[in-house]
């Protein structure tokens, strides 16, 4: 599937706007600063999360990422990551209408996705069949790489502190919070890469989060629950990601030239977009 079924309207509270909470302490950790910390060349983390994506009660998507993500100095720079697509019977045969050989390979999961910058390279059975001999890799082009939330890209300074801006409360660990679509794509260079530049001057809809961080300030879960427009109908996800083992060295090595073909040369094959909601 493309990953414009998702596309730019994916996302936004369908709870109510939170009440601004009256004025707090300054707290003594702050987690934007802690994670500039982390940000280096080398060092990652660990990453495990899963979607539903909802059109109707009978039309949704469930997917999960398990794997690790590489830094640099700006945020994710590469990731190595096992991903997988579920659908539902009636979304399925929607699609299938469409285009009916895309949707029955895209039903094959999991695949893992080795992403770096806006290049992401899948394996697994729903390339399997269209790759030449020799080769184990389908690149794709115009691709992210996944922070391990749909939405909120907590490997972005601007994105964390935005998200800490706008909380309503900060207590035991957790920080909760609604953030206006609008407001995040001022902050989030990913939310707009990743669903449009229109979202800039979007009208109405929010975007819920918790935040739980650890005693060292660290983003350790995210839970994100929203609801907007789409076509003549809305879409709601929910998404949530956990994050582990902060610091760790990681090195995301990308297939050699030999073993990667790309998407064209075999487009009537394979699916036409990275067939993974989270690249």
């Known amino acids: 599937?493309?990953?414009?079924?998702?596309?730019?309207?994916?996302?936004?509270?369908?709870?109510?706007?939170?009440?601004?909470?009256?004025?707090?302490?300054?707290?003594?950790?702050?987690?934007?600063?802690?994670?500039?910390?982390?940000?280096?060349?080398?060092?990652?983390?660990?990453?495990?999360?899963?979607?539903?994506?909802?059109?109707?009660?009978?039309?949704?998507?469930?997917?999960?990422?398990?794997?690790?993500?590489?830094?640099?100095?700006?945020?994710?720079?590469?990731?190595?990551?096992?991903?997988?697509?579920?659908?539902?019977?009636?979304?399925?045969?929607?699609?299938?209408?469409?285009?009916?050989?895309?949707?029955?390979?895209?039903?094959?999961?999991?695949?893992?996705?080795?992403?770096?910058?806006?290049?992401?390279?899948v394996s697994g059975a729903v390339v399997q069949d269209a790759l030449p001999e020799g080769t184990s890799w389908v690149r794709y082009g115009g691709t992210d790489v996944p922070s391990g939330n749909l939405l909120l890209d907590v490997f972005e300074p601007a994105t964390l502190r935005a998200l800490m801006d706008h909380r309503a409360s900060w207590s035991g660990g957790v920080v909760k919070g609604t953030i206006k679509p609008k407001e995040l794509a001022r902050a989030s260079a990913s939310f707009v890469a990743r669903y449009g530049e229109q979202w800039k001057k979007a009208r109405g809809g929010a975007i819920s989060y918790a935040l739980r961080l650890s005693a060292a300030g660290r983003v350790e879960r995210v839970s994100v629950k929203g609801e907007l427009p789409y076509g003549k109908g809305s879409v709601r996800i929910q998404s949530e990601t956990v994050y582990t083992e902060w610091g760790r060295q990681v090195t995301v090595l990308l297939p050699l030239r030999g073993e990667v073909i790309d998407q064209p040369e075999v487009k009537d094959e394979v699916p036409a977009q990275a067939p993974a909601l989270w690249s």
């Open 1 to 121: 599937m493309k990953r414009t079924i998702v596309g730019a309207a994916v996302v936004a509270g369908a709870l109510q706007l939170a009440v601004a909470a009256p004025a707090q302490a300054a707290p003594k950790i702050d987690p934007v600063k802690v994670l500039t910390s982390e940000l280096a060349r080398g060092k990652g983390v660990n990453v495990r999360g899963t979607a539903k994506v909802t059109y109707s009660a009978a039309e949704y998507i469930s997917t999960t990422l398990d794997g690790t993500v590489e830094f640099d100095a700006r945020g994710a720079r590469a990731a190595d990551t096992s991903q997988s697509l579920a659908y539902s019977r009636s979304l399925l045969a929607r699609m299938a209408k469409v285009s009916p050989r895309e949707t029955e390979a895209l039903q094959q999961s999991p695949v893992r996705v080795l992403s770096s910058g806006q290049v992401s390279y």
